[in-house]
Every structure is written in C-alpha cells, then in structure tokens.
C-alpha cells in the first residue's frame, strides 16, 4: 500500500489506511506500507517503510512531498514482490505506485478518498478551473489506468462513471471499530465533561474534522449564533480537531459572541476519540467535501444522531429520520433539525439508538475481508487476460 499521509499525521486517509493495514493482518494477508516520512516519531513496525521527504508545506508542515524517484521505494518493492499494489493517491507516490505496477506487471487498485475539486483553495491554478477541468480529468486519467477502484459510497461511485471512469470498483465504506467507539467510561466521561466545564443543562453538539476552510465549519457557526439569538443559548459545540483555519474560525467564534457556546478542542488522539463522542448528546456536520465522512459512524457507534449537510459523501450513511437528519446548505433548516434533538429527548435516543445498530455493519473486519475479495476478482481476472493472450499468442 502507498500513501501520500500517514501517521503521525492524523487525516481520514491516515485511519483509513491504518485501518485497512491492521484488517489485512488479522486476515493473516502480507502488507507492506510505503508512507512519508515526518519529524515527528510514530510506533512503526517492519511492515511499515518511511520515504524520505523532499519538502513539507502546512501550518505544522504536515503535508510531505516525497522523493518519488527513491531508490528504496523501487528497491522495497522488488524485495516485496507484491502480488498487488495498492495506492491511495492520484498524484506523487500515487503515480510512482502505479508506474511500479506496470514494471512489476501487477495490478494497481486505487481508493478514492477526496473530492480534489473541493480543495482548491490548496492549489496555485485559477480555482474554476482546477474544480471544473483539472480535478475531475486528473480522477478519469489515473483511475481508468488502474485495475480497480474502491470508493466509499454509491455516490462517490456515481460521481467517476459521470467523469468517464471505466474501470471496475468496489463501493466500500472504510471500516470503524464499532465496539471500542461504542463504550466509554463512566468516570471518565464525566471528567472530561468537567474539564470542559458543560453544564448538567446543556445539549452537546460534537463535531470532528480538521480545520479548514472545505469542512465549511463557518455555516454551522453562523447557524448557531441565529439560534442564540432566538434565545436558544444551552447548545454547547465542541469542535475536535486541528489545521490551517484555527485561528480565522478562533475570530469568528470571537466575532459572533459565541466563546461561551464554542470549544475548539483542537487535535485529540485517536484512542481518546470515544471519550469526546460519549460527551455528546447530538453529532453536527457541514463538510460537503467528503467521499465517505468516517467520523460520522464514529459517532453513530456511540449512539449520537447525525445533523448533517447534504452531500454526496454522506448520503448513503446518514438515513434521514433513522439515524439523523440531512438538511440543504440553508441555516434554518440545519438548526431546527438541532432543536428538534436538543429538545426532544425521547427522538434523540431513538435515532441514537438506531445509530448505534446502523453502525455496527461497519466492522474493520468486514471492511479488510471484502477489500481482499476485491484483490482476488482483479487478480483472476487480469490471470484470465495474460491467459488467454498468451493463447493467442500461440
């Protein structure tokens, strides 16, 4: 497997990485995992090869374009000899992956974790064109020279026929561990909620991502301050997570009188993360940036109904009136479904109940037992194709 990020950087790619790497092992599958390497140490094992970097960009530097002409890239993989190569990136070590594929002649599967046209503010290019042209061809080109894709959802699957993707894929929600995210200590649930200072009367609203500026963390800011002025003042929001626009959402926050309402929590680690759903009464998104959204059945494994903006990437998870709601990008809409909840304690434990069971499908185990189904089909079927070439050949 080939990753542009890895830990320590903590990013959804990051955990869905890891995640896949740990389900293949327990399924007794080799794995050898080619990531960036960070200043920061992390409890890496032999299965795990750091590419050295040749420059890092971000607030905390960490975003790592490697050197993709390393010799212990290519030297690692023809040690491997991998019978399939997977790559998590269009683009860098993506590419090298790729090119190694074909060396090697073995297929290349690639997963489609991000809508690129929604980061393009991160990119030098004018942004309608990077989102209107570059992205999307960028996506077609790479994903139909592979032998198979994975995406997260029905939609994001939609979305690469629509561009022209003609290769074969596997819609198939990253896994979570549904059982270590469903409890959550007594005791320490409520210390963290008196370290966090939240009132017996408060409705806590959890949100996870990274912050920056395509979580669109600002429209569930802007949301919450009309509903303050309707003089509904008990919601506290608690904003976990870290990245380049702490400090603008930090004024905003300022801005729209809300310091009493808003925590940003900033990063927490991965093994903490159960602790800060089980604080929360109701989970809040409004990212429309996500293919999949993995913090969303996090929180559903802990019981919290979903408010979250309607997006491709969340529709197939969140079932409006089952285990949350989705409402258009419009204010009004998002806050009276959080009212509703905060208000109605009976339908916020039914949804969250209903949560909880829907997230339960969702094991890593399930998730690393279908990817490597996948890895099978695309291996029998590029075994038939050299077959009966070489048939013809004859």
């Not at 608690?238 to 400090?247: A, C, E, F, Q, T």
């Not at 258009?328 to 069971?357: F, M, T, Y």
Request: hydrophobic fraction near 40%.
């Amino acid at each position: 497997m080939v990753s542009n990020n890895y830990f320590p950087f903590v990013s959804g790619v990051s955990v869905s990485v890891e995640r896949l790497r740990q389900g293949l092992g327990d399924l007794n599958h080799r794995v050898q995992l080619l990531v960036p390497r960070y200043r920061e140490s992390w409890q890496d094992d032999d299965t795990i090869l750091r590419v050295p970097t040749l420059m890092a960009f971000g607030e905390k530097q960490e975003f790592r374009l490697t050197n993709p002409l390393s010799a212990r890239f290519r030297r690692c993989l023809h040690e491997f000899k991998p019978d399939v190569i997977h790559v998590h990136h269009p683009f860098w070590l993506g590419s090298m992956g790729l090119w190694m594929g074909r060396r090697l002649k073995v297929p290349v599967i690639y997963t489609y974790h991000t809508r690129l046209e929604h980061y393009a503010h991160f990119v030098p290019l004018p942004g309608a064109l990077f989102r209107n042209l570059i992205s999307h061809y960028l996506i077609k080109r790479f994903s139909n020279r592979c032998q198979g894709v994975i995406v997260p959802t029905y939609s994001a699957e939609e979305y690469l026929r629509m561009i022209g993707v003609k290769t074969p894929t596997l819609v198939q929600p990253t896994g979570i561990d549904a059982a270590r995210f469903a409890n959550a200590d007594d005791e320490a649930v409520a210390s963290l909620r008196q370290q966090l200072d939240i009132d017996t009367n408060d409705t806590v609203l959890v949100s996870v991502s990274r912050i920056s500026k395509e979580k669109n963390i600002g429209f569930m800011l802007e949301a919450l301050a009309e509903l303050k002025r309707q003089g509904k003042t008990s919601l506290r929001l608690l904003l976990v997570g870290d990245g380049p626009d702490r400090r603008a959402i930090q004024t905003q926050i300022k801005t729209l009188g809300l310091v009493p309402q808003v925590t940003l929590v900033g990063a927490v680690p991965p093994e903490e993360m159960a602790l800060y759903y089980h604080v929360g009464d109701v989970f809040v998104f409004a990212s429309t940036s996500e293919t999949q959204g993995m913090v969303i059945l996090e929180a559903m494994a802990a019981g919290l109904p979903v408010v979250a903006v309607r997006s491709s990437g969340i529709d197939d998870v969140v079932r409006d009136g089952h285990n949350g709601y989705k409402t258009p990008q419009n204010r009004q809409k998002w806050g009276q479904r959080v009212i509703e909840l905060a208000q109605d304690a009976a339908l916020c434990d039914s949804l969250g109940s209903q949560a909880k069971a829907f997230a339960a499908d969702y094991d890593i185990a399930k998730f690393a037992g279908a990817v490597a189904h996948f890895y099978a089909e695309v291996l029998a079927k590029q075994d038939s194709q050299q077959g009966n070439r070489s048939r013809n050949n004859d």
